[in-house]
């Protein structure tokens, strides 16, 4: 296991410098860096302008405006810094909502002075200074490596020195670090040494790129997202919308299976019965009944009447099993011992949770061992669910060949909106050749 996991380091340091997350992570440094200082350094000026001007009395108003000029362009600045992580990184970064002035002058100057989401801009905008900086040293780290793989070629085509003559000559050996310089290589074969110095550099450059954007990416959603109060309020919308959509979608599998199935036989049942009550009532000069037509019509109501109360017993099924009347690790288990594929099944919960977490637990392992007997191709599974520190943790694997995806006509993502009407969350891990594991996290109390 070792052994793998350190082939599996070695081969990942090694396509670091190739690959184009890589590249794709030094070009977002080199470009980022001068947007970062000429719009830190104008921010910078305009904001302490507008602070002079405000603590005077004749200029307070033109203080306050440029203060809101200094709002206005961190927001632009700081979608700027988006548009350049969307298109370079993949990370997209939701834009803050921006406020709607009304009123007067200085209501609308009030309303822009508050707005928080352009204060945290200005934040993102002073931040991305040092940040700029560190990741502009990270690219030196890439240019100094390149050069110095070109040091034979330079010797070669630029020539060297002579000591002998009196020149100082030599080909410079160039590092990132500003306090070694540049030292001369005087001989040839030296020019070697530059080579492997430099392989080493870039392996290490992607690495040093990739720990400041990484800096940059937490900081863009921290300070240029929508904030975390209107990230909850836009997810509850959300997880509200979806609550109602799974209601309805319900109330209409329950309509059709009531209209197609058990209504049918109820109407059934009852013109048997009509028609029996027909041939049994006494007319005066009226043959007696056909007791064997009477007998097959009450055996047919009969059958309905049976047929109807199974469906209906089904469809209850449906909507709150009844084997969730003994909690939730007995109906599981009964639910892992009717697979059709082998399944290993633990459970530990210490406190029973709300029947409506119960219930969309129980769903969720029904789908899933469904999902692992018709596509999965496995040959065993495994079920666990947990309880621990406030979550309880359903978990499902399987041995299959994997490829699981969650997308448009996949079952899990309806599974992953069920639970996130409860604030819960799927995770699927489904590399090509399997294994298959999806891990869903609950609350405990809806």
Known sequence: MQSTQF??????????????????????????FPLAVAGGVVLAV???????FTVSLLGAVLGLGLLVAGTLLARGL?????????????ERVPAPPAPVPAGGFMARLDTRLRDGSAWRAVAYVMAKLPVGALGMYAVLWWATGLLNLTAPLRWLLFGHGSPEHGDVGGTPNFTPSFAGGTPQITTFPGTFALVALGAAILLIAPWLTRLVVGADRWLQHALLGPGQLAERVRDLEETRALAVDDSVALLRRVERDLHDGAQVRLVAVAMSLDMVKERL??????????????????????????????????????????VLDDGLPEALATLASRSSVPVEYAADIPER??????????????????????HSGARRATLTVTQQDGVLRLRVTDD??????????SGL?????????VDGTLDLRSPEGGPTAVTVELPPHA
């Open 78 to 90: 700081g979608a700027a810094h988006r548009g350049l992580a969307a298109r370079l990184l993949g």
């Open 413 to 421: 993502t309806g599974l992953a909106q069920r639970v996130r009407t």
């Open 46 to 52: 305009v904001l302490a302008l507008g602070a002079g």
């Open 281 to 322: 009532a006494e007319k005066d000069g009226a043959p007696p009944p056909d007791l064997a037509g009477v007998r097959r019509l009450v055996d047919s109501a009969h059958l309905n009447a049976t047929e109807a109360l199974t469906e209906l017993r089904d469809l209850v099924r449906g909507v709150l099993p009844p």
């Open 400 to 409: 299959g060949h994997g490829g699981a995806t969650l997308g448009a006509g």
């Open 7 to 32: 082939m599996q380091v070695t081969r990942a340091v090694l396509r670091a410098p190739g690959s184009r997350r890589a590249w794709a992570e030094a070009a977002y440094c080199l470009i980022g």
């Open 353 to 374: 949770p709300t029947p409506a977490i119960e219930t969309i637990a129980y769903f969720c392992a029904a789908e899933l061992l469904t999902n692992v007997i018709k």
